[in-house]
């Protein structure tokens, strides 16, 4: 390594490596789950700090003009050679010190460690587009807020949202051109096998999604009957016959012969993708549709994060609003129209199972399972009491079976419930999960 000049520079430098040097030598290896969680928080953190500046130093050379003393193109360039990074890595960095420029607040969360560069990446997708880089710059401590309190998986799904709302017509235009541009090829290589590749917009990717996995879902559970057939209940994914990748063709293939022979089987169910759509935005496209001048946009929704902004679906597959809208009217896809809370129906105590309307109601109020950390998708997750159905055999002083009780739990955190876990959600949405100690998991 050559010598950095500054002395200041250099022995701060150093005294990080020697840290870094230290905490190898003395190796991560946690006691317990306790020191698990510290321990993934500090070296986050610790990465977190190297990161900013990582990108502080393109900013830097950027700014300086260094780079052009090597006869370097940019600091772009300059650093992917010196740092021997991937033309990606080097392009990644030099995004973010670009919008780093005009978002200090967010600059300084991360330079804190407060937020990652994935979500520094995310708020730096958004700002390079033009149409609402303003709009980004007035709301940039939003930003490094909402980047803070949510995971990522959610602050993305804010960010995208809210694009698509300030650049209404900018989404709607990709997504027609991804729409006029679909695509579906079939290709043979040199070695006799084929290759699949497509593409087309948000709403029929949605449907189709939909079908595959449905198909995909159909074709796992026939591998799990034959290891369980072979194996027993002691049958791991080991012994399944298929690989994913296998399965996942397989699915394709069937939907393939499926279509071709016109076959329905007797008493089938039908496949739908659920759109979930906030009323405003439902009501401000259909105004357009039919021909009225829809509300402009006001400040309040401009904001970000757009509160109760959603078009998407059951596991937040963002869908364009437009086309959501249009094929809704016409009877293409099931509309969800869901208000702020977000609760469709109330079945009271009358059934003691989340079935048809009540199970999706509840499925509406989350993409994910509700677990912190879990990313099942919220189609593959059950319907689950919040306050069990029964306290006794009698079911009296049990919880009522509606969408206020009731959260999307995946199979294995809905079993975890049962063992002293206990969870809730407070008014604002979120969810709180309290470990049998009485400690809550963050």
Request: charged share 25%; net charge negative.
């Amino acid at each position: 390594m050559e010598t950095v000049c500054d002395p200041t520079r250099a022995e701060a430098l150093a005294a990080a490596i020697a840290a870094v040097d230290t905490l190898q030598r003395v190796g991560v290896a946690p006691d317990d789950v306790a020191e698990a969680r510290a321990l993934t928080v500090g070296v986050e953190t610790l990465g977190r700090k190297v990161q900013s500046v990582q990108i502080d130093l393109v900013a830097e050379i950027e700014r300086s003009g260094f780079h052009a003393g090597d006869g370097h193109a940019s600091a772009k360039v300059m650093v992917r050679h010196h740092a021997n990074l991937s033309t990606r890595e080097a392009a990644r960095r030099a995004a973010c010190a670009k919008a780093l420029r005009s978002l200090p607040t967010v600059g300084a969360a991360f330079a804190e460690g407060a937020i990652g560069r994935c979500q520094v990446e995310r708020i730096a997708r958004a700002h390079a587009n033009p149409r609402v880089r303003s709009a980004v710059e007035a709301n940039e401590a939003s930003f490094a807020t909402e980047a803070q309190t949510n995971t990522y998986r959610v602050f993305d799904q804010k960010v995208r949202e809210w694009v698509s709302l300030v650049d209404e017509d900018g989404t709607r235009d990709r997504d027609q051109a991804a729409h006029d541009k679909r695509d579906a090829r079939l290709h043979q290589n040199f070695d006799g096998g084929w290759e699949i590749t497509g593409r087309c917009g948000s709403l029929v990717g949605a449907e189709l999604w939909s079908i595959f996995q449905a198909q995909l879902k159909a074709e796992t559970l026939a591998d799990w009957d034959k290891a369980r057939a072979e194996h027993g209940d002691a049958a791991t994914t080991a012994d399944l016959p298929r690989t994913d990748a296998q399965r996942r063709f397989d699915a394709l293939e069937e939907i393939f012969r499926s279509a071709a022979a016109h076959h329905a089987s007797e008493g089938g169910s039908q496949v739908v993708t659920n759109v979930v759509i906030d009323q405003p935005t439902f009501e401000h496209i259909a105004a357009r549709l039919a021909g009225i001048d829809p509300t402009p946009v006001d400040d309040a929704r401009a904001t970000f994060p757009a509160a109760g902004r959603r078009c998407s679906t059951l596991d937040g597959h963002p869908i364009e609003p437009t086309a959501a809208v249009a094929n809704a009217l016409i009877g293409h896809v099931r509309r969800v129209v869901v208000g702020s809370d977000s609760v469709v129906i109330d079945l009271g105590r009358k059934s003691r199972l989340f079935t048809g309307p009540a199970a999706l109601a509840v499925k509406l109020s989350s993409t994910t399972c509700y677990w912190p950390g879990c990313h099942v998708p919220v189609t593959d997750c059950q319907s689950d009491h919040l306050t069990p159905w029964s306290t006794g055999r009698t079911g009296e002083g049990g919880g009522s079976t509606n969408p206020r009780n009731g959260g999307p739990a995946c199979g294995r955190h809905n079993r975890l419930r049962t063992h002293g876990y206990t969870t809730w959600r407070d008014p604002t949405g979120t969810w709180h999960i309290t470990r049998p100690d009485g400690t809550e998991i963050t």
